[in-house]
C-alpha cells in the first residue's frame, strides 16, 4: 500500500495524499530518511549492512512542448489508466512541459542519446519525421480528424469542443453536454463561463493560450476534455495506441540503457 502511494513507487508528487513514515515502536518519531527504500528497509528491520530492498521503479518521463499539452494529455489519459500503465511496463510516470517547440522536441535526440530514454509527445500540428517515428519514443496529441490550420492546436480544439455542445440539438455532442461534470448542464452555463467575455473567439495562438490559462481550472474540473475523447473516438484510440506504443519502446530503453 505505501509503494502504490509514495512518489518514489506508483505515487504522484502531485497527489493531495502523502507518506509520513514514523519509527520506532517504544519512542516514535518522523524518520529523517523518508524514501520508499528507506521505509521498506525500516519495515523489514534490515540495517545498511543487510540486503536491500526491493528496487525502486525507475521513472518514464514524457516531454511535451507545454503546460497545456500536458494538462491536455493527463486529462485524456487518466490517473487510473495512467496507474495500469505504469503498473504493466514498470515504470513511474512523470509529465513534463518542456517549453520548446515540436520540431525541437523531436530533434532533442540528435543532440543528446539520453534522449531516447524519453517519450516525447507534440501538439498535432507538428509532423513527425521518419527519423523520430523510427526510433519509437514520439507520439502526437490528437485532434478531430479533418482539422486544419490552427483549429488543431489544443486551445482551439477544445474551444471548438465545447461551441459545439453548446450549440447542439440532440445526438452525441448534446449527450456530451449534458455529461458535463457540474448541476444541470446547460448551453447557457457553457457560454456565460468560457464565453461571454469574447475572449473566445480568437483562434490565434496567443490569444488561445491566454484564454486556456484563464478557464483551465473550468476545463479540468468540470471533465470538459474527458467528454471530447468520449465523443471522438476513433481518434483518441489512434492516440491511445501511438501514447502507449511509444511508452513501451521507450520504457524498455530506460530500463535497458544503451552505452
Keep these: 500500500m505505501i509503494e502504490a502511494v509514495h512518489p518514489d513507487g506508483d505515487g504522484n508528487t502531485?497527489?493531495?495524499?502523502?507518506?509520513i513514515y514514523l519509527l520506532d515502536t517504544r519512542q516514535p518519531r518522523i524518520a529523517n530518511d523518508q524514501s520508499l527504500r528507506a521505509i521498506l528497509d525500516d519495515m523489514a528491520l534490515v540495517t545498511d549492512e543487510g540486503k536491500p530492498a526491493k528496487g525502486v521503479k525507475p521513472t518514464l518521463r514524457f516531454y511535451f512542448e507545454d503546460e497545456e499539452a500536458a494538462e491536455f494529455c493527463s486529462s485524456l489519459i487518466s490517473k487510473a489508466k495512467r496507474a495500469e500503465?505504469?503498473?504493466?511496463?514498470?515504470?513511474?510516470?512523470?509529465?513534463i512541459a518542456l517549453?520548446?517547440?515540436?520540431?525541437?522536441l523531436l530533434g532533442l535526440p540528435t543532440k543528446d542519446p539520453m534522449f531516447l530514454e524519453r517519450v516525447l509527445v507534440v501538439d498535432a500540428d507538428t509532423p513527425i519525421p521518419a527519423v523520430a517515428t523510427n526510433r519509437g519514443n514520439a507520439a502526437k496529441l490528437p485532434c478531430v480528424t479533418k482539422a486544419t490550420g490552427t483549429a488543431r492546436s489544443i486551445?482551439?480544439?477544445v474551444k471548438q469542443f465545447l461551441h459545439d455542445i453548446a450549440t447542439a440539438k440532440d445526438g452525441i455532442l448534446h449527450t456530451a453536454l449534458l455529461n458535463i461534470n457540474i448541476t444541470n448542464p446547460?448551453?447557457?452555463?457553457?457560454?456565460a463561463a468560457f464565453f461571454e467575455d469574447g475572449s473566445g473567439t480568437s483562434?490565434?495562438?496567443?490569444?488561445?493560450?491566454?484564454w486556456w490559462r484563464k478557464n483551465w481550472g473550468k476545463l479540468k474540473k468540470w471533465k470538459v476534455i474527458e467528454q471530447w475523447a468520449v465523443v471522438y473516438t476513433t481518434e483518441m484510440i489512434e492516440f491511445e495506441t501511438a501514447f502507449e506504443?511509444?511508452?513501451?519502446t521507450t520504457a524498455n530503453r530506460l530500463k535497458k540503457p544503451m552505452r
Design 14 to 19: 502531485n497527489a493531495p495524499d502523502s507518506v
Design 155 to 157: 486551445e482551439n480544439t
Design 186 to 191: 446547460t448551453s447557457d452555463k457553457i457560454f
Design 245 to 248: 506504443r511509444a511508452m513501451s
Design 203 to 210: 483562434m490565434q495562438r496567443e490569444s488561445a493560450k491566454k
Design 99 to 104: 517549453g520548446v517547440g515540436g520540431s525541437n
Design 85 to 95: 500503465l505504469s503498473k504493466r511496463y514498470g515504470v513511474r510516470m512523470s509529465l
